[in-house]
């Protein structure tokens, strides 16, 4: 099982979106969201982090602190913005099967 770090600004809908994708991605994701001011001390360990897109300024910082072997992508904004869980599955599997 991957574990995965969502990273948004806060709020009912990360909550909404992890619990999404926890139960979409059967056993092959572990999904953990936090918000901008606590996701830092939740970095260590995890194959693959993504990034609300409202937030999406925190990507440099994420990618400097993970290091070049973990994927970092902002969810595309419409996709994110629909609640569309399928879809953050699919960039999930391209990102972990590179």
């Not at 072997?69 to 969810?75: G, L, T, Y």
């Not at 629909?82 to 699919?90: F, G, L, P, R, S």
């Amino acid at each position: 099982m991957k574990k995965v770090v969502l990273v948004c600004n806060g709020g009912l809908s990360t909550s909404i979106m992890a619990k999404k994708l926890n139960d979409m991605g059967g056993n092959d994701y572990d999904v953990y969201a936090y918000g901008e001011q606590e996701y830092e001390e939740h970095l260590d360990g995890v194959d693959c982090v993504l990034i609300g897109p409202q937030i999406r300024y925190l990507l440099p910082g994420i990618q400097a602190k993970v290091g070049n072997d973990v994927p970092v992508e902002v969810i595309e904004p419409r996709t994110y913005g629909t609640m569309n869980a399928a879809k953050v599955v699919e960039q999930l599997n391209r990102m972990t099967t590179k």
